[in-house]
């Protein structure tokens, strides 16, 4: 039996309980992207969105050249409004925002962050059940879990960029340039270690090869 398996799976578990901590911030927060209209006057509306809210910033012009004026930066003081997508929230008057926001991807690219959630969580549950009694095979299923929950929020993170070309596209809304912030980050990082580590988890549960030609399998030391 491998003595250092025990370590390589906390190592690894460390790495993915980040992942999982970049994950739920990514969920939860709503700098996913941020939108900037056209400046005609001394002030614009900037705004900032998530997976279940937008929220919008009168802010102060900023000069960025002797020609170029842009809205923003989004970290400037300003006056500071957020509301819940209609979809989300059917009692809440919120017009602008189901004209501005695609309803199909919105709904979509929360449900399915909504699932990566559920496997991090399990896959969690499974690798601490897995360190009590030495059940190692509860591994495997961790592994997958945690595999799982890095695909769903990469799929988000692709939904969520199409809903953001389709505002910045359509001619009913005023934005017309935008950029993704450090939830969109926390996303992705969050799919490379949970996608990743997923995968070493399972390389670490499977059982020892034969590394003779005299040895066969069933020569392995059996789980627990």
């Known amino acids: ?17 980040v992942g999982v901590s970049l994950l739920f911030a990514a969920v939860v927060t709503d700098h ?16 900032h969105f998530g ?8 802010i102060f012009m900023q000069e960025k050249g002797p020609k170029e004026k842009g809205c923003g930066p989004i970290s400037l003081p300003g006056e500071h409004n957020c ?20 309803k199909e991807y919105s709904i979509s690219a929360a449900a399915i962050a909504i699932f990566s959630v559920g496997f991090a969580i399990i896959g969690t549950i499974c690798v601490l059940l897995s360190f009590r009694k030495k059940r190692d095979y509860l591994l495997k299923p ?6 799982f929950a890095g695909l769903c929020i990469i799929i988000s993170v692709e939904v969520m960029r199409q809903s953001v070309k389709r ?7 005023a934005w017309t340039e935008y950029s993704y912030s450090w939830s969109f980050a926390c996303a992705c990082a969050s799919f490379v270690l949970l996608f990743v580590c997923g995968i070493t988890l399972l390389l670490i549960a499977l059982p020892r090869f034969p590394q003779n030609p005299w040895e066969t399998c069933m020569d392995a030391e059996p789980e627990h």
Request: net charge positive; glycine share 2%.
């Open 1 to 17: 039996m491998d003595e250092s398996k025990p370590l390589k799976v906390r190592l690894t578990f460390s790495v993915i309980l």
């Open 32 to 47: 996913w992207a941020v939108l900037s209209p056209k400046v005609e006057n001394a002030t614009c509306e900037a705004a």
């Open 51 to 58: 997976l279940w809210r937008l929220c919008t910033k009168r």
């Open 83 to 102: 509301s819940y997508f209609r979809h989300f929230t059917p009692g809440q008057s919120s017009k602008i925002f189901e004209v501005t926001t695609q």
């Open 142 to 147: 961790a592994s997958m879990f945690y595999t």
């Open 167 to 173: 505002m910045i596209d359509s001619k009913e809304t």
